[in-house]
Protein backbone atom coordinates (compact mmCIF):
# COMPACT_ATOMS: atom_id res chain seq x y z
CA UNK A 1 0.00 0.00 0.00
CA UNK A 2 3.16 2.51 0.56
CA UNK A 3 3.61 2.98 -3.18
CA UNK A 4 0.20 4.74 -3.35
CA UNK A 5 0.49 6.82 -0.37
CA UNK A 6 0.53 10.69 -0.67
CA UNK A 7 1.46 13.66 1.80
CA UNK A 8 -0.73 16.24 3.12
CA UNK A 9 0.08 18.50 5.97
CA UNK A 10 -2.46 20.21 8.24
CA UNK A 11 -1.19 23.84 8.35
CA UNK A 12 -2.49 24.66 11.86
CA UNK A 13 -0.76 21.45 13.29
CA UNK A 14 2.68 20.44 13.01
CA UNK A 15 4.30 18.74 10.35
CA UNK A 16 5.44 16.11 11.85
CA UNK A 17 2.27 15.09 14.05
CA UNK A 18 0.82 14.55 10.79
CA UNK A 19 3.61 13.26 9.07
CA UNK A 20 3.73 10.19 11.58
CA UNK A 21 0.01 9.37 11.83
CA UNK A 22 -1.06 6.80 10.38
CA UNK A 23 -3.28 6.44 7.31
CA UNK A 24 -6.54 5.77 7.62
CA UNK A 25 -8.08 6.20 3.78
CA UNK A 26 -6.05 6.41 0.83
CA UNK A 27 -7.92 6.79 -2.55
CA UNK A 28 -5.77 6.75 -5.61
CA UNK A 29 -6.55 8.07 -8.97
CA UNK A 30 -10.41 7.13 -8.12
CA UNK A 31 -12.69 6.86 -10.99
CA UNK A 32 -16.95 6.06 -9.87
CA UNK A 33 -18.92 5.98 -13.45
CA UNK A 34 -22.79 5.36 -12.64
CA UNK A 35 -24.75 4.06 -15.77
CA UNK A 36 -27.88 4.80 -16.14
CA UNK A 37 -30.39 2.87 -18.76
CA UNK A 38 -32.57 4.82 -20.69
CA UNK A 39 -36.28 4.18 -21.92
CA UNK A 40 -37.33 1.42 -24.17
CA UNK A 41 -38.94 -1.90 -23.35
CA UNK A 42 -40.86 -0.88 -19.85
CA UNK A 43 -38.93 2.22 -19.98
CA UNK A 44 -36.18 1.91 -17.98
CA UNK A 45 -38.36 -0.08 -15.28
CA UNK A 46 -37.76 -3.43 -13.94
CA UNK A 47 -39.58 -4.57 -16.86
CA UNK A 48 -36.92 -3.69 -19.10
CA UNK A 49 -34.56 -4.76 -17.18
CA UNK A 50 -35.86 -8.64 -16.73
CA UNK A 51 -36.47 -8.03 -20.67
CA UNK A 52 -32.00 -7.33 -20.57
CA UNK A 53 -31.16 -10.31 -18.43
CA UNK A 54 -33.80 -12.78 -20.53
CA UNK A 55 -32.61 -11.68 -23.56
CA UNK A 56 -29.22 -12.02 -22.22
CA UNK A 57 -27.99 -9.39 -25.01
CA UNK A 58 -25.98 -6.34 -24.22
CA UNK A 59 -27.58 -3.13 -22.68
CA UNK A 60 -29.10 -0.81 -25.31
CA UNK A 61 -29.54 3.15 -24.70
CA UNK A 62 -27.14 3.43 -21.27
CA UNK A 63 -26.29 6.52 -20.49
CA UNK A 64 -22.57 6.83 -18.26
CA UNK A 65 -22.11 9.47 -15.49
CA UNK A 66 -18.59 9.88 -14.91
CA UNK A 67 -18.98 11.14 -11.32
CA UNK A 68 -15.81 10.77 -9.72
CA UNK A 69 -12.66 11.81 -11.29
CA UNK A 70 -9.40 10.84 -10.86
CA UNK A 71 -9.57 11.97 -7.25
CA UNK A 72 -6.64 11.15 -4.95
CA UNK A 73 -5.60 12.02 -0.64
CA UNK A 74 -4.75 10.60 2.14
CA UNK A 75 -6.79 10.54 5.34
CA UNK A 76 -5.06 10.07 8.67
CA UNK A 77 -5.87 9.40 12.16
CA UNK A 78 -7.33 12.06 14.08
CA UNK A 79 -8.07 14.16 11.37
CA UNK A 80 -11.99 15.52 10.94
CA UNK A 81 -12.60 16.16 6.78
CA UNK A 82 -15.21 18.41 5.35
CA UNK A 83 -16.34 17.73 2.05
CA UNK A 84 -17.64 20.36 0.18
CA UNK A 85 -18.77 21.56 -3.65
CA UNK A 86 -22.08 21.88 -6.12
CA UNK A 87 -25.22 20.06 -6.10
CA UNK A 88 -24.15 17.02 -7.90
CA UNK A 89 -20.26 17.17 -7.47
CA UNK A 90 -20.09 13.57 -6.07
CA UNK A 91 -19.38 14.01 -2.55
CA UNK A 92 -21.84 11.62 -1.31
CA UNK A 93 -20.71 9.39 -4.00
CA UNK A 94 -17.37 9.18 -2.87
CA UNK A 95 -18.19 8.56 0.55
CA UNK A 96 -20.10 5.31 -0.88
CA UNK A 97 -17.21 4.48 -3.05
CA UNK A 98 -14.86 5.11 0.53
CA UNK A 99 -17.57 2.94 2.38
CA UNK A 100 -17.19 -0.08 -0.31
CA UNK A 101 -21.20 0.28 -1.44
CA UNK A 102 -19.83 1.96 -4.40
CA UNK A 103 -16.82 -0.08 -7.09
CA UNK A 104 -14.29 2.25 -8.67
CA UNK A 105 -14.25 1.95 -12.64
CA UNK A 106 -10.48 3.15 -12.15
CA UNK A 107 -7.67 3.53 -9.54
CA UNK A 108 -8.12 2.18 -6.51
CA UNK A 109 -9.22 3.25 -2.21
CA UNK A 110 -7.69 1.58 0.68
CA UNK A 111 -9.48 1.53 4.01
CA UNK A 112 -7.84 1.21 7.73
CA UNK A 113 -10.83 -1.58 9.21
CA UNK A 114 -14.68 -0.60 8.12
CA UNK A 115 -15.53 2.32 7.42
CA UNK A 116 -19.24 2.93 8.94
CA UNK A 117 -21.13 5.57 6.34
CA UNK A 118 -23.72 7.67 7.87
CA UNK A 119 -26.33 9.03 5.86
CA UNK A 120 -29.50 10.64 6.67
CA UNK A 121 -31.53 7.80 4.41
CA UNK A 122 -29.67 5.08 6.76
CA UNK A 123 -32.26 2.51 6.85
CA UNK A 124 -33.85 2.46 10.48
CA UNK A 125 -36.84 -0.27 10.56
CA UNK A 126 -40.11 2.10 10.46
CA UNK A 127 -42.77 -0.40 12.24
CA UNK A 128 -40.08 -1.29 15.66
CA UNK A 129 -40.00 0.99 18.28
CA UNK A 130 -36.70 3.75 18.37
CA UNK A 131 -35.57 1.58 21.32
CA UNK A 132 -35.59 -1.90 19.64
CA UNK A 133 -33.83 0.23 16.51
CA UNK A 134 -30.86 1.84 19.25
CA UNK A 135 -30.17 -2.33 19.93
CA UNK A 136 -30.67 -3.12 15.89
CA UNK A 137 -28.29 -0.51 14.96
CA UNK A 138 -26.12 -1.00 17.82
CA UNK A 139 -25.58 -4.93 16.97
CA UNK A 140 -25.08 -4.09 13.64
CA UNK A 141 -22.48 -1.41 13.90
CA UNK A 142 -20.52 -4.81 16.31
CA UNK A 143 -21.24 -3.27 19.72
CA UNK A 144 -22.32 -6.29 22.37
CA UNK A 145 -25.83 -5.92 23.61
CA UNK A 146 -24.10 -5.42 26.92
CA UNK A 147 -22.12 -2.43 25.36
CA UNK A 148 -25.71 -1.20 23.87
CA UNK A 149 -27.17 -1.46 27.58
CA UNK A 150 -24.66 0.62 29.12
CA UNK A 151 -24.92 3.73 26.04
CA UNK A 152 -28.68 2.86 25.51
CA UNK A 153 -29.33 5.89 27.99
CA UNK A 154 -26.86 8.21 26.64
CA UNK A 155 -28.23 7.63 23.19
CA UNK A 156 -31.36 8.66 23.62
CA UNK A 157 -30.25 11.60 25.77
CA UNK A 158 -28.03 12.61 22.93
CA UNK A 159 -30.57 12.65 20.34
CA UNK A 160 -33.28 14.53 22.56
CA UNK A 161 -35.96 13.05 20.99
CA UNK A 162 -38.21 12.44 24.66
CA UNK A 163 -37.85 15.83 25.49
CA UNK A 164 -41.27 16.41 24.57
CA UNK A 165 -42.26 12.78 25.11
CA UNK A 166 -41.74 9.49 25.06
CA UNK A 167 -41.24 9.28 21.59
CA UNK A 168 -38.33 6.56 21.91
CA UNK A 169 -41.49 3.85 22.75
CA UNK A 170 -42.77 4.55 19.48
CA UNK A 171 -42.44 3.18 16.40
CA UNK A 172 -39.88 5.03 14.32
CA UNK A 173 -43.04 5.82 11.31
CA UNK A 174 -44.25 8.57 13.82
CA UNK A 175 -41.29 10.28 13.84
CA UNK A 176 -40.56 13.48 12.07
CA UNK A 177 -37.28 12.94 9.17
CA UNK A 178 -35.71 15.45 11.78
CA UNK A 179 -36.12 12.85 15.03
CA UNK A 180 -35.35 10.23 12.60
CA UNK A 181 -32.00 11.70 11.25
CA UNK A 182 -31.00 12.55 15.07
CA UNK A 183 -31.51 8.99 16.73
CA UNK A 184 -29.42 7.71 13.67
CA UNK A 185 -26.23 10.01 14.70
CA UNK A 186 -27.14 9.55 18.04
CA UNK A 187 -26.84 5.27 17.57
CA UNK A 188 -23.83 5.69 15.13
CA UNK A 189 -21.70 8.55 17.33
CA UNK A 190 -22.40 5.65 20.62
CA UNK A 191 -19.45 3.72 18.85
CA UNK A 192 -15.41 4.59 18.66
CA UNK A 193 -14.93 4.64 14.23
CA UNK A 194 -11.75 3.72 13.14
CA UNK A 195 -13.51 5.86 9.90
CA UNK A 196 -16.62 7.51 10.32
CA UNK A 197 -18.31 8.97 7.27
CA UNK A 198 -20.99 11.90 7.91
CA UNK A 199 -23.97 12.90 4.88
CA UNK A 200 -25.25 15.78 5.87
CA UNK A 201 -26.06 14.49 9.51
CA UNK A 202 -25.80 17.93 11.16
CA UNK A 203 -28.14 19.70 8.72
CA UNK A 204 -31.18 18.13 11.47
CA UNK A 205 -31.56 19.34 14.73
CA UNK A 206 -31.66 23.16 16.42
CA UNK A 207 -28.35 24.72 17.15
CA UNK A 208 -28.14 22.09 20.46
CA UNK A 209 -28.06 18.94 18.85
CA UNK A 210 -25.67 20.47 16.11
CA UNK A 211 -23.14 21.46 19.07
CA UNK A 212 -23.64 17.60 20.65
CA UNK A 213 -23.04 16.24 17.34
CA UNK A 214 -19.80 18.58 16.88
CA UNK A 215 -18.82 17.98 20.06
CA UNK A 216 -18.52 14.24 19.61
CA UNK A 217 -16.60 14.88 15.99
CA UNK A 218 -13.90 15.94 18.20
CA UNK A 219 -14.15 13.52 20.97
CA UNK A 220 -13.90 11.25 17.86
CA UNK A 221 -10.58 12.63 16.24
CA UNK A 222 -9.05 13.14 19.43
CA UNK A 223 -10.00 8.75 19.75
CA UNK A 224 -7.23 8.26 17.00
CA UNK A 225 -10.31 8.00 14.94
CA UNK A 226 -10.84 9.79 11.15
CA UNK A 227 -14.32 11.54 10.43
CA UNK A 228 -15.49 12.81 6.77
CA UNK A 229 -18.47 15.18 7.33
CA UNK A 230 -20.63 16.19 3.76
CA UNK A 231 -22.50 19.44 4.46
CA UNK A 232 -23.84 22.39 2.64
CA UNK A 233 -23.18 24.58 6.13
CA UNK A 234 -19.96 25.80 5.85
CA UNK A 235 -20.01 26.67 9.51
CA UNK A 236 -20.63 23.05 10.59
CA UNK A 237 -17.29 22.73 8.42
CA UNK A 238 -15.29 25.26 10.21
CA UNK A 239 -16.52 24.25 13.78
CA UNK A 240 -15.54 20.88 13.58
CA UNK A 241 -12.87 19.80 10.39
CA UNK A 242 -9.40 20.69 9.91
CA UNK A 243 -9.55 19.98 6.83
CA UNK A 244 -11.26 20.26 3.44
CA UNK A 245 -11.73 18.26 0.23
CA UNK A 246 -13.79 20.83 -2.35
CA UNK A 247 -15.01 18.47 -5.25
CA UNK A 248 -16.61 20.22 -8.39
CA UNK A 249 -18.49 17.76 -11.26
CA UNK A 250 -16.37 15.31 -9.89
CA UNK A 251 -12.63 16.51 -9.42
CA UNK A 252 -10.84 17.40 -6.56
CA UNK A 253 -10.34 21.24 -6.74
CA UNK A 254 -8.76 21.40 -4.05
CA UNK A 255 -7.23 20.00 -0.80
CA UNK A 256 -5.96 22.09 2.35
CA UNK A 257 -6.46 23.42 5.53
CA UNK A 258 -10.36 24.24 6.02
CA UNK A 259 -9.94 28.18 6.31
CA UNK A 260 -8.10 28.41 3.31
CA UNK A 261 -10.34 25.53 1.05
CA UNK A 262 -13.56 27.62 2.45
CA UNK A 263 -12.67 30.94 1.47
CA UNK A 264 -11.46 29.77 -1.91
CA UNK A 265 -14.69 27.99 -2.64
CA UNK A 266 -16.96 30.93 -1.19
CA UNK A 267 -14.81 33.26 -3.63
CA UNK A 268 -15.95 30.45 -6.53
CA UNK A 269 -19.73 30.30 -5.74
CA UNK A 270 -20.04 34.42 -4.96
CA UNK A 271 -17.85 35.54 -7.96
Aim: proline share 3%; hydrophobic share 40%.
Amino acid sequence: MAEHMTEHHDDRRPAVATEHRAPTVIADDLHIVYRVYGTGAGKGSATAALNRIMRRGPATNVREVHAVKGVSFTARKGESIGLIGSNGSGKSTLLQAIAGLLPAERGKVYTHGQPSLLGVNAALMNDLTGEKNVLLGGLAMGMSREQVRDRYDGIVDFSGINEKGDFISLPMRTYSSGMAARLRFSIAAAKDHDVLLIDEALATGDRAFQKRSEARIRELREEAGTVFLVSHNNNSIRDTCDRVLWLERGVLRMDGPTDEVLQAYEDFTQG
